[in-house]
């Protein structure tokens, strides 16, 4: 696996956030191929590194619905943004119910998938009318930290606010991008530096 960063801040950004997170990322090439996966997207998976490299995304779809996930692939390509929800099928043969979310972008020089699997699928209320808007500091640093796979608890002690507060900036950073599912915010988010705004260690103001 190349995970050497790229001249712009995005990708060192990225590659930094990718090797931190504990949220589970592959990045993927336009044959569904994986070319790159992060140690929780090996946990998920439930197989090694060396198994993963190279394989299909499609195997680790039910035999069933891989029609069906083939034909979603090929309109990602044209549209570059893809969720669900779908069951995933592990090293050993068991099945984890994912939300998932994929996003274009140029990565090492070429365009890749970066795909994210959460194993908690849960479907947002947020509008599928939504358009990105410009996100507010305290936003930022909310996504930033979920971005790199903080709890609700985790985060609020870390910007020292309450968990309702954080899954109300939660709700409202999905709003103003768009995104359906918190698998889909960590796309989004890890698709752009902009939305990315570490807290101080001693957290910030709002």
């Given at each position: 696996m190349s995970e050497a960063a790229g001249e712009g801040g995005w990708e060192r950004l990225f590659w930094l956030v990718f090797g931190q997170t504990s949220n589970p990322v592959a990045l993927l090439d336009d044959q569904r191929c994986i070319?790159?996966?992060n140690d929780a997207a090996l946990a998920l998976f439930g197989s090694s590194r060396e198994?993963?490299?190279?394989?299909?995304?499609?195997?680790?779809?039910?035999?069933?619905e891989r029609a069906v996930a083939e034909a979603e692939w090929q309109e990602f390509l044209r549209s570059g943004d893809y969720s669900g929800t779908r069951a995933l099928l592990r090293g050993?043969?068991?099945?984890?119910?994912?939300?998932?979310?994929?996003?274009?972008?140029?990565?090492?020089?070429?365009?890749?998938?970066i795909y994210v699997a959460?194993?908690?699928?849960?479907?947002?209320r947020t509008s599928e009318r939504a358009r990105a808007?410009?996100?507010?500091?305290?936003?930022?640093?909310?996504v930033s930290l979920i971005a790199l796979g903080r709890e609700t608890p985790e985060i609020a002690r870390e910007l020292h606010i309450s968990p309702e507060t954080v899954r109300t900036h939660v709700r409202n950073a999905m709003a103003r991008l768009g995104a359906r599912t918190r698998a889909h915010l960590v796309a989004v988010v890890l698709c752009s530096e902009e939305h990315f705004l570490l807290p101080q260690p001693e957290g910030a103001s709002a």
């Open positions: 070319v790159a996966l198994e993963l490299l190279g394989s299909s995304m499609a195997d680790s779809v039910r035999p069933q050993d043969g068991s099945e984890v119910r994912v939300a998932f979310a994929a996003r274009l972008a140029q990565v090492g020089g070429r365009p890749l998938a959460l194993s908690r699928a849960g479907r947002s808007l410009p996100l507010t500091r305290r936003e930022r640093q909310v």
